[in-house]
Each structure stands twice: as structure tokens, then as C-alpha cells.
């Protein structure tokens, strides 16, 4: 764990904040990759995910966008309260979105808040000298956050914006991602759920790789499946079997039983709760694993997902 102090907070767009981050005692923060996210844990015991935005050749700082979400569960809120100088403990980086080491040309799609990873990518891509292009999609150009970086000489000939107010700017995914088999391009998008589906809709359509497809969510989608079930989960190395109500989740009966799991966001969305599967059938509510991923059934998120059938056996 980490204590930092928010050094800057300021406006970049409208509803959206960014906060530098700098370690409480004056030292180098731990050093990240592109497409890393920390842990913040807000006053009030929230604790939410937050992309660093920066550089990673960058020692001294971390630097986080915030949209102030009218349907945020509190975190989101409750970070525009801050003020420059407050303490708080975060995570170190962790990254489940990297860029892909030797890609011929990478193709970045972000909408809305989703340009936070993609701008730590494309500053790195920058210094390494490889080839990509950056596509911003937003309603409008006041929603358009860190755009006086992203208009700089330095990287403004490899940004593309795209604005919902603005319809000779839309975004035509076939077009963008038409393939150049010379370069074998990789595709990386973030935002909203509805926009990642439109871009890997239009890739696989295109007819990439599911291994030059890459995505992060920033919060899980509703998903229909009629009233919960209850059924029992089997801890492998003791043989203890725990039923799962039809109105807890797997963690929460784990914990019933003194058996910790790590987890973090709570959504299936970042990962931390990862756990291996020995027997029977998940039922896959995450955001995080790959359709090939969750085809495999032996890796699921006990945050969020339940079960197929009436007994589930964990690798704990």
C-alpha cells in the first residue's frame, strides 16, 4: 500500500478531473507500464480503479482522470471532493490491459473516460518510436478531456477526434480498421460497454485476431438471466462445501467461512479476484476474461459470477 498526496487537482474537461499524485514523503512512486490502474480507497471506505494517464518514463507522479459519473455508486463523487493536498492510500500498479511488445501498428479507440489508458500507450508508443493512431470519440468538444496534450505538436499528427456534435467527424469502425495485413495491426479500445462492443464487433468482422484484440471496461454490464439460483462451491484442499444463497455472492459466502479472497472492484471488471476452477460450470459475469477465456471455464470471478450447475469446486 501506498500513501500519496494529491499534489494538482484540475478540470481537463467538463465533469472530468485529473489528479497528480505524488508520493506522501517525497520519493519515487513504484514504476508502471502503459495501461496500468491503481487501487484508490476514497474516504468513506470506497474503493475504485483509476488508470494512470501519464507517461510511465515518469517517477515522480501518477496522474489519474476522474469523470464525475451521474450514476456513480459514490467513488466517483465522492474524488471531486478532494481538494490539492489530501492524503490517500492506493494500490501499486497493476496492469491487465498492456500494449503488445512488437506490434507493427496499433490502432487506439477510446470514448469518453476511456482515453485515460490509451494516453499512457500512446506517450509510450511515442518514445519507442512505434507505429499507432489515436481515436477520441466524445459528445462534445467540451467533454473532450486532456485535449491541450493531445493537440500538442507532439502528438497531434497521430490523433484522430471523433464528436457525437459534430457528425462529419463520426467514427466509421469498418473504415478505421480495415485491414493492413503488412503492418498487422492491433486494436486497443476503452470506455463504455456499448462503444467496446461496436469496435470488436467491427474487427472481428474484419476478421482480426482475437489475439490483436484487446479491451478494458471501466464498470460491468447488467446481464439477464431471470432469478438468481442458489447452489454449493467446494474448497479443493479442505473438501468444505458452502452453499451460495441466491442473494449473496460466492465471496461474500466465502467470507462466511473465514476464507479471504482479494478483490477490488466488486464488478468483474479488473481481475484481482481471479480464481481457478476445478469442477463444474461457471456462469461468466465478468468484463475481464475473453470470450476464448471464459470458453475454457477454468478461471472465473467469484466477485460476480455464479454457477452453471449445483456444485462449483475452487482451487483455495
Known sequence: MLIVKVKTKREVAEDICAFELVNAEGNDLPPFTAGSHVDVHIPGSVIRQYSLCNSPVETGRYVIGVLKDPASRGGSEAMHRLEEGTLLKISEPRNHFPLTDGAGHSILLAGGIGITPLLSMAERMLQTGDSFELHYCARSRSKLAFFDQLTDAHIRSNVIFHLDSEPETALDA?????????????????????????????ARQAKYPEAQLHREYFASVATPGGEEQSFDIQVASTGLVIQVSATESIVAALERHEIDVPVSCEQGVCGTCLTRVKGGIPLHRDMFLTDEERLANDRFTPCCSRSLTPLLVLDL
Do not use: M, N, Q
Not at 182 to 198: E, K, N, Q, S, T
Open 174 to 202: 469498418a473504415t478505421v480498421l480495415s485491414r493492413e495485413t503488412d503492418r498487422a495491426p492491433h486494436v486497443y479500445v476503452c470506455g463504455p460497454g456499448g462503444f467496446i462492443d461496436y469496435i470488436l464487433g467491427a
